[in-house]
C-alpha cells in the first residue's frame, strides 16, 4: 500500500522557471523529510519539517508541511541545472518513531 | 556525512547463490535500515536494527535476512539469490534531529544484479 503519492512524476523545464512538486497522503505523520538523489548515488537529506504548517526554506527551494501534516510542498524558484534530480518525500508515522515510508518520487529534469 | 559505506558496490550473481551485503557507519548509530529501490516502486523497507542483534522485519523482508553483531556493522543476506532481487540496495541510519524526531541518511547504494 502506497501511502505517499508524489506529484507530478516527471516534470522537464527550462533555466530560471519555477515549480512545485507535491507529496500528499491519507494518512498524519509526525514528521516529512525531502530528499535529493543524483544518478548512481544514495538520497541526500534536503530538510525535516516537524510541525504543521510549517516552512522553511533552503536557498531557492521552499518546503511546506501541511496544517493537517498529511501532506507537503517543494517550491524551487528559478530552477538551475543543478536542480536536475529525484526528489522524494518520507514520512514517519508516530512520535518518537524510526520507521519511514516513501513517496514513488518525481523526476525533475530542468533544461539550460 | 553521515560517515556510511556499503560494500561491495556493485555485485552480479547467480541464481540460487547467497550473497551478503554489507553497511558500516562510524558514527555509533542505534538505529540502521536497509532498503531497496526499484523503477515504480520507490524506497523499500526490507529490514532494519535498533541495537546491536536487535532487528525486525520490513515490508519487502521475504527472502532476506540481517544480523547485526557490532554497533557499526549492518549485514543483509540473500539466503538464495533471485532475479526478482536484482535492485539497488540502500543502507540508512537514523539520528536524532530533536526530541522525538529522527532523520535518515544514506549510504552510496549496491547494485544486485542477479542472473
Known amino acids: 500500500t502506497q501511502l505517499l503519492e508524489q506529484s507530478p512524476q516527471f516534470l522537464s523545464i527550462q533555466e530560471g522557471e519555477n515549480l512545485t512538486v507535491y507529496c500528499n497522503s491519507s494518512?498524519?505523520?509526525?514528521?516529512l523529510q525531502w530528499y535529493r538523489q543524483e544518478p548512481g548515488e544514495g538520497p541526500v537529506l534536503l530538510v525535516t519539517?516537524?510541525?504543521?504548517?510549517e516552512v522553511k526554506k533552503l536557498k531557492r527551494l521552499t518546503f511546506q508541511f501541511g496544517d493537517a501534516r498529511k501532506d507537503s510542498s517543494l517550491h524551487i524558484t528559478a530552477a538551475q541545472p543543478g536542480d536536475t534530480g529525484l526528489y522524494l518525500c518520507?514520512?514517519?508515522?508516530?512520535?518518537?518513531?524510526?520507521?519511514?515510508?516513501f513517496g514513488t518520487g518525481t523526476r525533475l529534469k530542468v533544461l539550460a | 556525512d553521515a560517515g556510511i559505506t556499503q560494500s561491495p558496490r556493485h555485485k552480479v550473481t547467480e541464481t540460487g547463490t547467497p550473497v551478503t551485503l554489507r553497511c558500516h557507519q562510524t558514527?555509533?548509530?542505534?538505529?540502521m535500515y536497509w532498503y531497496r529501490q526499484d523503477p515504480g516502486h520507490g524506497l523499500r523497507l526490507i529490514h532494519y536494527?535498533?541495537?546491536?542483534?536487535?532487528?525486525d522485519k520490513g515490508e519487502v523482508s521475504d527472502g532476506y535476512s540481517v544480523s547485526r553483531s557490532k554497533t557499526e556493522d549492518f549485514l543483509l543476506t540473500l539466503e538464495s539469490a533471485t532475479s526478482s532481487q536484482t535492485s539497488v540496495y540502500f543502507c540508512?541510519?537514523?539520528?536524532?534531529?530533536?526530541?522525538?524526531?529522527?532523520?535518515?541518511?544514506f549510504g552510496p547504494g549496491t547494485r544486485l544484479t542477479v542472473t
Open positions: 540508512a541510519i537514523s539520528e536524532r534531529l530533536i526530541g522525538p524526531y529522527y532523520e535518515q541518511y
Open positions: 494518512s498524519v505523520f509526525s514528521s
Open positions: 519539517v516537524v510541525t504543521g504548517g
Open positions: 518520507a514520512g514517519a508515522r508516530g512520535s518518537g518513531t524510526y520507521k519511514y515510508i
Open positions: 558514527e555509533n548509530h542505534r538505529y
Open positions: 536494527s535498533y541495537g546491536v542483534k536487535d532487528t
